[in-house]
């Protein structure tokens, strides 16, 4: 069976699910599924926008980006009924 396609906001989601607690690019880069240089474009947009920071530890969703997961996930439960 096909892998279904993933939008970038989902792609989006699942970064910043998966740096809800700090973790490194390889950790991430795992989590979500995704090549090293479509991560590296997803950190650097996600950073500019100020939903991802970069700590001593790794990468890790800032409040705006945590915001972001809790309202992905409602409206995806919305769409899903």
């Known amino acids: 069976m096909a892998q279904q396609r993933r939008c ?3 792609i ?3 970064i ?7 973790q490194r690019k390889t950790q991430i880069m795992y989590h979500v599924r ?8 997803y950190l650097a947009y ?3 926008k100020g939903l991802l920071e970069q700590d001593g ?3 890790r969703a800032t409040k705006n ?3 972001f997961v809790e309202k992905y996930r409602e409206a995806s ?5």
Do not use: C
């Open 65 to 67: 980006g945590r915001l």
């Open 8 to 10: 970038p906001p989902e």
């Open 46 to 48: 996600l950073m500019e």
């Open 34 to 41: 995704i090549d090293f240089r479509t991560l590296e474009r």
């Open 16 to 22: 910043l699910e998966a740096t809800l607690r700090a």
């Open 57 to 59: 530890l790794g990468y």
């Open 77 to 81: 439960r919305l769409l899903e009924n």
């Open 12 to 14: 989006v989601a699942q």
